[in-house]
């Protein structure tokens, strides 16, 4: 098992960069794959980032912005977000799956409690 938690969430404006952490228990983190969901408001979950046996994977919406990146030393990813828009306003969650490597939040099977990002306009 593993266990979650992340931080890093605030309130920025558009345009700006924040970097979310999670830190997760457990010897057996590095043989996780390890992503990033985001919800915002009467919308279902969605799959933002993950780092898959070495290789990444981003949401279109996401990508070019948004870097994930993991330290097996620390038990530690991280999602760096860059150039911050308002429709990036959500809570995130840092999620963690045994292969194989899906983008539906619903195969993932830990979680930690979520962060929220706000982005002003």
């Known amino acids: 098992q593993v266990q979650l938690v992340e931080s890093g969430g605030g309130l920025v404006q558009a345009g700006g960069s924040l970097r979310l952490s999670c830190a997760a228990s457990?010897?057996?983190?590095?043989?996780?794959?390890m992503g990033w969901f985001r919800q915002a408001p009467g919308k279902e979950r969605e799959f933002v980032a993950a780092?898959?046996?070495?290789?990444?994977a981003y949401a279109d919406s996401v990508k070019g912005r948004f870097t994930i990146s993991r330290d097996n030393a620390k038990n530690t990813v991280y999602l760096q977000m860059n150039s911050l828009k308002p429709e990036d306003t959500a809570v995130y969650y840092c999620?963690?799956?045994?292969?194989?490597?899906?983008?539906?939040?619903?195969?993932?099977?830990?979680w930690g409690q979520g962060t929220q990002v706000t982005v002003s306009s």
């Open positions: 999620a963690a799956r045994s292969s194989p490597y899906s983008r539906d939040y619903r195969r993932w099977n830990y």
């Open positions: 780092w898959n046996g070495g290789n990444t």
């Open positions: 457990g010897r057996t983190f590095s043989t996780y794959l």
